[in-house]
Every structure is written in structure tokens, then in C-alpha cells.
């Protein structure tokens, strides 16, 4: 089955630690995405990256940091600059088919993962 | 900038009622526009969406949603829900640079 996983489910980690949170998809897909999601606040955008080895800052990128060196693995690391890490992250992905969204196609999401510093 | 509004934080309906979710997009030229839906724990499942043509679109599990320019709108139907469509709902409108804005949501209670 195509899809995207993320790994692990639930994450608690001690504050002050980086950690790092897996995100892999066999859709083919070029583009991936994470997003942070904070109850009432919807999906903000963390970082994303729309081919290998390439990666953008979005709108709340301070306190993490990204990798893409494979085209189905976009792994986050929530560092221990982050304010306030304790959140649900989502990851992402979608395919690019040229320069402008309108050739993309539509974001899938993998099933999230919560993470808890204590 | 491109930005989404959901009025309605939380709705409650009774199960086989109809469903109504608002939501207002801010955006100068032609939106793309979607709608999610997420269970609890759970990731964002795309229902239906809109990048040009029939206004009215038609998605997954009995939804709808009309594009309507004139109001900035793309509310989101559904005639008769199912306890089962309890869940969390987004819309989100495509930013002109690979990048979604998404609504702070709209939780559904559903009552037997």
C-alpha cells in the first residue's frame, strides 16, 4: 500500500534534548511538508521541500532543523532552541509537477506524531 | 496574504440532520481549496477539492462544498450525518508558493 508513515506515534522526551521525528512516504511524491498542529491554531507550516537535498523555511521554522536526502525521507528534528516543542507534528506530501502550485497536486498526510517534553 | 476563516469553532448536530461548515478565504486571484478531516490522533484526510470549473464539488463519505467568488466562500455540506462524522474539519486555500494556509478548524459533536 502507498502512503505515508510517520514514526513514532507518541514521543516524550526530557527538555533541554533534541529529538528527532521520521517522516517516509512511497507515493513517489517530490514535495514534503511538516506542519505543527496546536489546539485551535490549525496546521502551521515548519518546513518543506519540494525536490532532494533542497529545503525552505515556513512560517515557524525557528528551533527546528530538516534533511532531505532521499526522495521519500524528510526526517525533523525539534532542537532544544524550541520554546514550546510540545505539540502534534504532521508530515506531508505531494507532487510537483512544475513552477507554480498549480501544478501540484493535492498534500497527503501521514498519521502524526505527539510529542511531549517534560 | 492568502488566509483561511472558520467561523464556527465547534458544532453540534443531531445524527441524520444536516451539516453545514463555513468557511471564508481571503485571496486575490483564483483559490484552490480544500477540505480535510481528521479523527482524534489522527492524520488529515482530504474530503474534497476545488481548482477551477463546476463550483459545486463533490468528495468522499457524502460531502459537497460550494465555491461561491461573489462571498469568498467554500462551505462545506453534508445532508444527512453520521455518528461516525464526529471529527475535526479544515479547510485550507493554496498559497502561490507550493504552501497551504489552513483555518483553525471546526469540531463536529454528533448526538444520538
Redesign the interface.
Known amino acids: 500500500d502507498g502512503g505515508i508513515t510517520q514514526s513514532p506515534k507518541y514521543l516524550f522526551r526530557k527538555e533541554g534534548q533534541n529529538v528527532t521525528l521520521s517522516c517516509e512516504q512511497n507515493l513517489n511524491h517530490d514535495a514534503m511538508y511538516w506542519y505543527r498542529q496546536d489546539p485551535g491554531q490549525g496546521l502551521r507550516l515548519i518546513y518543506y521541500s519540494q525536490i532532494v537535498n533542497d529545503f525552505q523555511k515556513g512560517d515557524i521554522a525557528e528551533g527546528y532543523s530538516v534533511s532531505r536526502e532521499k526522495k521519500e525521507s524528510f526526517p525533523l528534528t525539534v532542537t532544544s532552541a524550541q520554546k514550546n516543542p510540545t505539540a502534534f507534528y504532521l508530515c506531508a506530501s505531494s507532487i510537483v509537477r512544475g513552477t507554480s502550485y498549480t501544478s501540484t497536486d493535492t498534500q497527503y498526510f501521514g498519521p502524526g506524531t505527539r510529542l511531549t517534553v517534560l | 496574504a492568502q488566509s483561511v476563516t472558520q467561523p464556527d ?1 465547534h458544532i453540534t448536530v443531531s445524527e441524520g440532520a444536516s451539516l453545514e461548515l463555513r468557511c471564508n478565504y481571503s485571496y486575490g486571484a483564483t483559490p ?1 481549496l ?1 477540505w ?1 478531516v481528521q479523527s482524534p ?6 474530503l474534497l ?1 476545488y ?1 477551477s470549473g463546476d463550483t459545486l464539488v463533490q468528495g468522499i463519505k457524502g460531502f459537497e462544498a460550494e465555491f461561491k467568488r461573489s462571498q469568498s466562500s467554500f462551505n462545506l455540506r453534508k445532508p444527512s450525518v453520521h455518528w461516525s462524522d464526529a471529527a475535526e474539519y ?1 479547510c485550507a486555500v ?7 494556509s ?4 471546526t469540531t463536529v459533536t454528533v448526538r444520538a
Do not use: V
Open positions: 469553532i484552490y480544500f480535510y490522533g489522527q492524520g488529515l484526510q482530504l477539492k481548482f479544515f493554496a498559497r502561490n508558493d507550493y504552501k497551504l489552513f483555518g483553525a478548524g
